[in-house]
Structure formats: structure tokens, C-alpha cells
């Protein structure tokens, strides 16, 4: 396997340089573009690939403009497991700070540069040339291996993962998911967001008492929130990896002018989940906090909106055979002890746990997000993690379809 992974690496990298240059920002999330280019991209490494456009409808609901779902699906002999390996495409916008073009793919040593570098076309890389190798090899095996490339990630994967489960497109007994490749992430955080409306009626700035100041029946729900996010550090999870639940308000808006009062007030509010935790009771609590500090004598309207609400990813007794196989493969090839541990992120493998499909995250990276400035500037990726990934993912995927 080692001799493969060698033979392959300089196409695997140019590989991930080509998969950073395309554009796939999310917002906006026109992606059907750069799916059609992945397409081609997987096509040249010889794999057939069949390509889900998503309704627009349903693209539209989730704030993006246009999505292809992509499978590559490999079988080797009769019988045996159908192994998914999902990664994510999309990414967020460049933003500012950068040292570097963000679409350059510029290497610098080991290092590889670009929007997406870490968060997740690198596993796009891994996860295409650890199948290559299996097929190159040719090893007896048993099962399939299926290459889930999605593009909606960074809006909640409902139009990929979620899309391409329920519609029965893809049914896979087990399921490895994007993540980094110092350790195997077993449980991951939920989010809540959740938007706060408060309409007042506006007055001329001489005669406030005309009007319903709206910004003012929120200074108090402001205030409580923040008390909320307080209390909510002594609530320890018990889970390795995750800390507590977090509360931020990430988004205020509101008012006409400065000489008039303010008729309507919109809150953000992100508030992350622990795997102890269920989505649905934390938003109705969170729903009656705001409520019972809102002034009810003031006049004004105040309604709680669910945005989004991912839960949390919690571990499927079946997937202890995903990490026995990725630890004993990562002892073979770096030499290292890699933990199954929990990340206060979330993520789409959430969608497979909840259909019943055991999951596990892992894949190229280094030890934290901030390492690799995920979702920051100059995002990048060491190319000695990429190639153990690889190398990792390929060796477990061998011993998960001998053992069956």
C-alpha cells in the first residue's frame, strides 16, 4: 500500500491544488459549478461518477443557489460492508489578512495554502487516492467503498448528506467523515440558531414616548443571555474533547435613523449543544428566557425563530470497528497512539448517525482548527499529514473489507 500511496503522491497533490483553485464559497453557494469541475477532476483518476443535482427548491430553503451531490462507488468481490467516506466542498469566503492568494494552491515547503486546504477539499484528496490505491492493489476484499462529495456543509449539509440518505440515493452501513489526522472524533457539538424579533412602533426622536422602543425591550433579553451564557459554563460535558454549552450573539440588528425611535430589533443567537443535551428542549427553554425578560407592559411583539438546529453527533456502538481500524492502521504508518475523543464543532457526519449509520470523523490535518487557520486567513495544510491520511484511511479500509 505504501508503494501506491508513493507512486500517486505528486497527482495527489496537484490533485488538492487544483480542488483550492476552484471557487466554491458558501455564501453565496452557487457550487454546481465546482461540482461539475470535481467531477472531471475524479473522472481523470478513473473513477465513474455519478452526479445529484439538487432541486432548486430545496436548494433555495437552505440559502444557496445551486448544489450537486457527487458519488464515486467501488465494489470489491461479493457480499460485504458498504463503507461512505464523506467530505465537504463548499467553503466560507476568503475574507481578509491573507498572505497568500486563496485560490493558489501555493506550496511552501510542506506546506499547502488555500481556502479549503484543511477544511475539507483535503479530504476530497484523501479520501480519492486511499480508494485509488485499494483498486490499484487489487487485494482480495469484500464490500464496497463509497466517495460522498457534498457541497452545502457550511449551511447544514440538509441538501447533501441529509438529501442524499433520505432520498435513498446512497445506504451505507458505516461512514467515515472529514475531520484531522491526530485523532478520531467519536461525538461532536450540536448548534442552535435561533433568531429574536422584537417589533416596537417608531415615534419621532422629539416625542419618544409615541413609539415603542424596541431597542429597549431588548436591552433585558440582552442582558439575560448573557447571564445565560454564564450559567452554562458550569454545565461540563462528560464527553473527552468537549468543554460546555456556548451561547453568542453573533448578529444585531435593527433601527430606521438616529433621530427615530427604533420599531424592530433582530438577535442572533448561536448556541452550541453538548451530546448531553436535546435540541429541541434547549430551544424552548432558550425561547421562554427571552420571553420572561421581555417588558410585556412595553407594547412590543417578541418572537423566537428557529434558523437552524443541528443535533449533536453521539456515538453508535457500531463504531468502535471504524476506530479500531483507523487506530491500529495509524500505529502501523506514523507510529502514533491516536485517540477517539469529541470536538466542540459540528459537522455533517451528524446526518449518518442519525439515520442509524455509525461514523466517525478522520482525515488530513493537524491537531486543532486553529493549527491549520480554519476559516481564517492563510488556511493550510502540511502535506505529511495528507499523505498519512491517505496512507491511514487506505490501510483501514483494507482491513475493514477483510474482516468481513
Not at 108 to 126: E, H, I, M, P, Q
Amino acid at each position: 500500500m505504501k508503494t501506491l500511496i508513493e507512486a500517486n503522491w505528486p497527482q495527489e497533490v496537484e490533485f488538492l491544488q487544483k480542488l483550492v483553485s476552484v471557487p466554491s464559497d458558501n455564501p453565496p453557494g452557487d457550487c454546481a459549478p465546482a461540482a461539475e469541475i470535481v467531477a472531471g477532476l475524479l473522472r481523470d483518476l478513473g473513477f465513474t461518477v455519478e452526479e445529484y443535482p439538487v432541486p432548486e427548491p430545496f436548494v433555495r430553503q437552505c440559502g444557496m443557489k445551486s448544489v450537486t451531490n457527487l458519488i464515486v462507488r467501488e465494489s470489491f468481490g461479493n457480499g460485504g460492508p458498504t463503507i461512505a467516506l464523506n467530505a465537504h466542498g463548499d467553503v466560507v469566503p476568503p475574507g481578509e489578512g491573507w498572505s497568500v492568494d486563496p485560490y493558489g494552491g501555493l506550496i511552501r515547503g510542506d506546506v499547502l495554502y488555500g481556502r479549503g486546504a484543511a477544511v475539507s477539499k483535503s479530504d476530497f484528496a484523501t479520501y480519492a487516492f486511499a480508494l485509488k490505491a485499494l483498486k490499484e492493489e487489487g487485494s482480495d476484499l469484500a464490500g464496497t467503498v463509497e466517495l460522498h462529495f457534498t457541497f452545502d456543509e457550511e449551511t447544514g449539509g440538509l441538501v447533501g448528506p441529509k438529501f442524499l440518505l433520505e432520498q435513498g440515493i446512497a445506504k451505507p452501513d458505516m461512514a467515515i467523515s472529514a475531520g484531522f489526522t491526530y485523532a478520531i472524533t467519536t461525538a461532536h457539538n450540536g448548534c442552535l440558531h435561533l433568531e429574536i424579533v422584537i417589533r416596537g412602533r417608531q415615534a419621532h426622536a422629539a416625542v419618544p414616548e409615541d413609539g415603542i422602543d424596541a431597542l429597549e425591550v431588548a436591552t433585558p433579553i440582552l442582558t439575560a443571555l448573557y447571564a445565560e451564557r454564564t450559567r452554562l459554563a458550569s454545565n461540563r460535558s462528560s464527553t473527552a474533547g468537549i468543554d460546555c454549552p456556548k451561547l453568542t450573539i453573533g448578529l444585531i440588528s435593527g433601527g430606521i435613523n438616529t433621530n427615530v425611535v427604533p420599531d424592530r430589533v433582530v438577535l442572533r443567537v448561536d448556541r452550541r449543544l453538548i451530546p448531553e443535551e436535546d435540541g429541541e428542549q434547549v430551544e424552548r427553554d432558550l425561547a421562554a428566557l427571552v420571553h420572561a425578560h421581555a417588558n410585556a407592559e412595553a407594547g412590543a411583539e417578541v418572537e423566537c425563530r428557529r434558523i437552524m438546529l443541528a443535533d449533536p453527533l453521539r456515538p453508535l456502538p457500531q463504531a468502535e470497528a471504524l476506530v479500531e481500524a483507523l487506530q491500529t492502521a495509524a500505529k502501523e504508518i506514523s507510529g502514533e497512539a491516536i485517540s477517539a475523543t469529541g470536538t466542540p464543532l459540528y459537522t455533517d457526519a451528524r446526518h449518518y448517525s442519525e439515520a442509524g449509520i455509525p461514523v466517525v470523523l478522520f482525515g488530513a490535518g493537524p491537531r486543532t482548527v486553529t493549527e491549520a487557520h480554519a476559516h481564517g486567513a492563510d488556511e493550510h495544510i502540511e502535506l505529511s499529514d495528507l499523505k498519512d491520511a491517505t496512507h491511514i484511511v487506505a490501510t483501514a479500509l483494507r482491513q475493514l473489507l477483510r474482516a468481513s
